[in-house]
């Protein structure tokens, strides 16, 4: 039942901006309507000597080819980047299919030039042997962000995505990042090491934090536009360098250009909730998020205990009930309907079993949510031929995703056309996109009368966070993740309104989630060695909690030492307890795992 599981070595001090005494001028305001902290602090920005000097109300920076080579806080003083080696870097790439990298430097003969645009914008122009590109660095008085927006295109088709870094992170940095509802952690540290994560469904809100004992600096995107971007945690040679990247949207076969995506920088005094905060006071503005809060209801602050994978035995029900109130349980029920699990999806029809079972937890008081799914569906099922030409399709391999069960092991899907359509018994998968209408139309009715039949004002659809960039990225002019995003608001306005929980926790699905399956760091189905280093961080929770609460996923009966952990780093994650079980008697007999769970939740 459970799966898824240029050229030289920069040298010497770096020097301080010469606009810095510019900047700490008083000034007073012109206008007295106009912000006197715009007016006191104007922001600046000026070539001199080949280097670029920004001046902000808050920090002051050096460019140097290319390279971000100082960024430091103006307040504390503190500098944020050290010397690093340009031979092994560059500050602009291309990015194709297949990680294959255009580098943007001297050993490929790039010249550049500096055009200065005003007193507070500037461009740097590269022209490289494989390509073309235009980094412009300005500023914001109201925040006192740097700005920097790389865009770069080539002649040679296949572009993915221009890719901007800032090597030269000072070693005792910490990344605070939304990877796996958040990490804190070492750069150099093998868990990141080298990797590249997309957003949404990897980079879970578009944010990188830096952190060094108190303060640091952040990066970040302020993008409504659902644009597809990526971090990349260190390269080959160096950890101490992170990489953003502004993607294309697919197909890119015969793409030449990508960037336009603005990265923001500036720094912070405190600790990580600082810079956090002001990621989520721009992400509550810009959806309009204080709306979505006034929607929730009420009971969903009062959860306190979770079980996943719920058998739908009615003794689990009684055993529960003698230990904490029902009212503050949540049952995550995937096997009530008249099919197996995950086979012959979008087809809801209650089997007998399913309907005592629900039915018995609202005579408890349980809240339960059966398990649905937003956007898998089983290629048997009659539906298929009215969707087929819109099912994912990676972006590099062209090939249909989705997944198959055969034998105890997860495997692609077929692209023969009969053997997609005749492997009911393999559990054979397409994803649809979200973006069709015809889908989420299919799938609401489909929802609305299992619901109706029940009686339901609580589902789960799973599979939410599956909102990749795509090789038919755009439907309806959609992306999969804006996509999404519609698909879990239509599901939430169906008959009378439905509370709707789902897999995985972003900064697009938490917009209409009200609960969360949250993964732990690529721990699926085994978790991976060093999992214990991934908690302590409840980003996540911080950044989308007022909407969305986390609870746990997968292998938390607390039966050995490894579920033990999982555990415990979902509760570091600010997520709400969590077991999964087989019977009753794992409740009224409970290991010392699952006890303390349950003392915890009734706490």
Not at 295 to 322: H, M, Q, Y
Request: proline share 4%.
């Amino acid at each position: 039942m459970i799966r898824r599981n240029f050229i030289k070595t920069a040298g010497g001090a770096i020097a301080l901006s010469p606009l810095e005494a510019f900047s700490q001028r008083k000034r007073e305001p012109k206008n007295p309507k106009v912000s006197a902290k715009a007016e006191y602090y104007p922001s600046r920005i000026e070539v001199k000597d080949d280097k670029i000097y920004a001046d902000t109300m808050t920090l002051s920076a050096i460019f140097e080819n290319g390279f971000l080579i100082s960024l430091r806080n103006k307040k504390s003083g503190e500098e944020f980047i050290r010397e690093f080696s340009r031979e092994i870097h560059s500050p602009l790439q291309l990015v194709y299919t297949r990680d294959e990298i255009m580098e943007f430097s001297d050993k490929n003969f790039t010249n550049l030039r500096i055009n200065q645009v005003s007193d507070k914008r500037v461009e740097i122009i590269f022209s490289c042997w494989h390509g073309d590109g235009v980094v412009s660095i300005f500023t914001d008085d109201e925040t006192g962000d740097l700005i920097v927006e790389p865009s770069a295109y080539s002649s040679r088709p296949g572009v993915l995505a221009c890719r901007w870094s800032v090597p030269g992170i000072k070693p005792e940095m910490e990344l605070v990042a939304p990877l796996f509802q958040g990490i804190k952690i070492k750069l150099n540290d093998e868990l990141i090491h080298n990797s590249r994560w997309a957003w949404p469904s990897y980079w879970e809100a578009g944010l990188a934090i830096l952190h060094s004992g108190t303060g640091g600096f952040y990066v970040h995107s302020r993008d409504h536009k659902y644009r597809y971007k990526a971090l990349k945690t260190g390269s080959e040679n160096d950890p101490y360098v992170l990489s953003f990247d502004s993607e294309a949207y697919g197909p890119v076969d015969n793409n030449l250009a990508a960037g336009n995506l603005a990265w923001r920088i500036n720094v912070y005094d405190g600790d990580w909730h600082v810079p956090a905060a002001r990621y989520r006071d721009w992400l509550w503005e810009a959806f309009s998020l204080k709306k979505e809060e006034e929607k929730r209801k009420a009971w969903i602050n009062d959860v306190r205990f979770a079980v996943s994978w719920c058998p739908g035995e009615t003794e689990i029900l009684d055993a529960l009930s003698k230990k904490i109130s029902p009212s503050k349980v949540l049952l995550h029920y995937p096997e009530w309907r008249t099919d197996i699990y995950d086979q012959n999806y979008p087809e809801y029809k209650a089997s007998e079993k399913g309907r005592n079972f629900t039915k018995r937890c609202k005579e408890y008081g349980f809240r339960v949510m059966p398990h649905f799914n937003a956007n898998d569906m089983d290629p048997s099922n009659p539906v298929y031929n009215l969707i087929r030409d819109f099912q994912y399709r990676d972006i590099e391999t062209k090939k249909i995703l989705g997944w198959s069960w055969i034998d105890g092991r997860s495997i692609g899907v077929p692209e023969s056309n009969d053997s997609r359509v005749h492997n009911r018994k393999n559990n054979v998968m397409v994803k649809v996109h979200p973006g069709l209408s015809m889908w989420r139309s299919v799938l609401g009715e489909q929802i609305k009368k299992a619901c109706d039949d029940l009686g339901l004002d609580f589902v789960f659809i799973d599979v939410t966070l599956v909102m990749h960039n795509l090789y038919n990225s755009l439907v309806e002019s959609t992306t999969s993740a804006e996509g999404m995003k519609l698909l879990i608001d239509h599901i939430g306005r169906l008959g009378n309104g439905l509370v709707v929980g789902g897999e995985g926790l972003n900064e697009i699905s938490m917009q209409g989630l009200s609960f969360a399956q949250a993964h732990l760091f690529k721990s699926w189905h085994s978790s991976v060695e060093g999992l214990e280093r991934t908690g302590g961080c409840d980003l996540n929770q911080f950044l989308f909690g007022r909407l969305c609460k986390i609870i746990g996923y997968s292998f938390l009966s607390g039966k050995n030492k490894d579920e033990e952990t999982r555990m415990q780093v979902h509760l570091e994650h600010g997520g709400i307890p969590t077991v999964t079980i087989t019977s009753a008697d794992e409740i009224n007999n409970p290991n010392p795992a699952v006890k303390r769970m349950l003392d915890i939740a009734n706490s």
